[in-house]
C-alpha cells in the first residue's frame, strides 16, 4: 500500500494483450479500494478471477454485545483466550463499534482447508506470538514476534504457523489503515521526522502462482458473515502484478521512538491513522532527560476517545498488576492516569522496556461476551487510595 511494488511478470503497458507461451491471454483485474480513487494494483491471472462455482450458504459471525453503552475502565486478560486449531473460529472480538472490531486470537493451525477473504475491512494483525508465513495472492511475507501485518481489504489469503503457541491482537477496520499522513510529503514519501520509513516496511517478496482448475473454498467476510464460496480455479494464480495495493509488514521493533526533554504525548507514538481511529506503538526508549522530568504521563481526560492499550513485553511502568496479554479499557468521558504509585515511581528513571501498542477509537467501543468472559470486573476501582 505506502508505495509503488512490482512482483512477477506484468506486459509493458497496462490493458494491452498479455500472451501465455501457448499464446492464449492473461486475465488483468484491477484490485483497488475508495472505487477507483483509493490505491490500487493491477493483476495478471492464468484464469479469470471471476468464476464462482456455487455459493455453499452463510453463517453470522458478529459479535454478541455484552455492554452496548460503557463508562467503566477495564482489564482483560488476554492470554485466556482459549486456543482454537481453527485461524477463523480462533478469532474473538473483544470489543467492537461500527468502525472497527479488535479481536484477540490464539490459532493452533494454518488455514488448511480454505481460503479467506475480508470483504469489509482491512485487517492488522499484530503478531504477539508465533512465526510463520503469510500467503496471498499477492505474494507471501515471512512473520515473527513484533510484526505488524496489513492486509487491505479483499486480499485473498491463507496463514501458517511454524507451531501451535501463537498470539495474534486484530484489528479489523472498516475505513482503510495508512500511514500518518503528518509523516508523508504531497508525494507519499515518508518524511525524516517520520519515526520510520519506507526501508521498514517489507512488501510482498514471494508469488504463489498455480494453474488449476478444481473447487477452491474462499471463505468471504462481509457485513458480520462469512459466504461459503466454491471457485473453480485456484485463488493462488496470479502471474504478476504492481501498483500500491497489497499486503505488507512492519515490525514494532524498527519503530524509531520519539523522546524529549519533558514527558512526550501518545501522538509521538502513532504508527498508523484511519479517519475512526488511531494506532500507536509504545517501544523501549530512554525517558525524558529533563533534570526534574516525570517520566510518567500525567492523567488525562479523553472525553472524546476510547483508549486500548495492549501490554506486549517489558514493564509497565504507569500500572500495577499488568502482565503480557492484558488489556486496558480506558473509556471515552472520564479521566485516567497512573496508578497510585506510579508517578513518584518513575522519577529519576532513565528508561523503559515496556513494549504495547495502543488503539484509541474516536467513537466508544461496546463490549462483547467474550470480552466479559475475561474481564477484571475490579479494574475501574484501581486508583483508589
Ligand atoms: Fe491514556
Known amino acids: 500500500m505506502p508505495f509503488y511494488h512490482k512482483l512477477g511478470r506484468i506486459p509493458h503497458k497496462r490493458h494491452t494483450i498479455f500472451k501465455k507461451p501457448d499464446g492464449s491471454l492473461y486475465y488483468e483485474q484491477l484490485f483497488g479500494t475508495i472505487g477507483f480513487d483509493g490505491m490500487s494494483s493491477n493483476l495478471y491471472h492464468e ?45 474473538k472480538v473483544i470489543l467492537t463499534n461500527s468502525d472497527v472490531d479488535i479481536t484477540l486470537a490464539s490459532p493452533q493451525g494454518s488455514t488448511k482447508d480454505y481460503f479467506y477473504k475480508n470483504a469489509d475491512s482491512d485487517e492488522l494483525l499484530f503478531i504477539h506470538k508465533g512465526t510463520g508465513k503469510l500467503r496471498t495472492h499477492l505474494g507471501n511475507l515471512d512473520f515473527k514476534y513484533g510484526d505488524y501485518l496489513l492486509i487491505p481489504r479483499g486480499t485473498i489469503y491463507k496463514i501458517d504457523f511454524d507451531d501451535e503457541d501463537n498470539r495474534l491482537f ?64 485456484h485463488p493462488f494464480d496470479v502471474v504478476g502484478y504492481d501498483g500500491y495495493n497489497y499486503p505488507y509488514a512492519f515490525s514494532i521493533h ?54 486500548v492499550l495492549y501490554y506486549v513485553d517489558g514493564d509497565f511502568m504507569s500500572r500495577n498488576d499488568i502482565e503480557a496479554g492484558h488489556i486496558s479499557l480506558h473509556p471515552a468521558g472520564i479521566p ?50
Open 170 to 233: 486484530i484489528v479489523e477496520s472498516r475505513r482503510p489503515i495508512y500511514t500518518p499522513k503528518r509523516y508523508r510529503n504531497w508525494f507519499g514519501q515518508l518524511l525524516e521526522h517520520s519515526p520510520f520509513c519506507e526501508r521498514d516496511l517489507r512488501q510482498p517478496y514471494e508469488l504463489e502462482t498455480n494453474d488449476e482448475k478444481g473447487d477452491f473454498l474462499i471463505k468471504v467476510k462481509k457485513q458480520g458473515e462469512i459466504f461459503d464460496m466454491v471457485y473453480a480455479t
Open 254 to 307: 524498527d519503530f524509531e521512538p520519539i523522546t524529549g526533554r519533558i514527558h512526550q504525548p501518545p501522538p509521538v507514538h502513532q504508527t498508523f491513522e484511519t479517519d475512526a481511529f488511531v494506532v500507536c506503538s509504545f517501544c523501549p526508549r530512554k525517558y525524558d532527560y529533563h533534570p526534574e522530568s516525570i517520566p510518567a504521563p500525567y492523567s488525562h481526560s479523553n472525553i472524546d476517545s476510547d483508549e
Open 47 to 91: 484464469h479469470r478471477p471471476t468464476q464462482v462455482k456455487e455459493i455453499k450458504g452463510s453463517y453470522s459471525v458478529k459479535p454478541k454485545i455484552a455492554t452496548e453503552n460503557n463508562i467503566k475502565s477495564y482489564r482483560f486478560r488476554g492470554f485466556q483466550v482459549v486456543p482454537n486449531p481453527d485461524y477463523l473460529e480462533s478469532r
Open 336 to 385: 485516567h492516569g497512573p496508578h497510585p504509585g506510579a508517578v513518584e515511581r518513575s522519577i529519576g528513571q532513565v528508561e523503559t522496556e515496556e513494549l504495547a501498542v495502543m488503539v484509541d477509537t474516536f467513537k466508544p467501543l461496546k463490549l462483547t461476551e467474550d470480552a466479559l468472559g475475561i474481564a477484571d470486573e475490579t479494574y475501574y476501582k484501581s486508583w483508589l487510595e
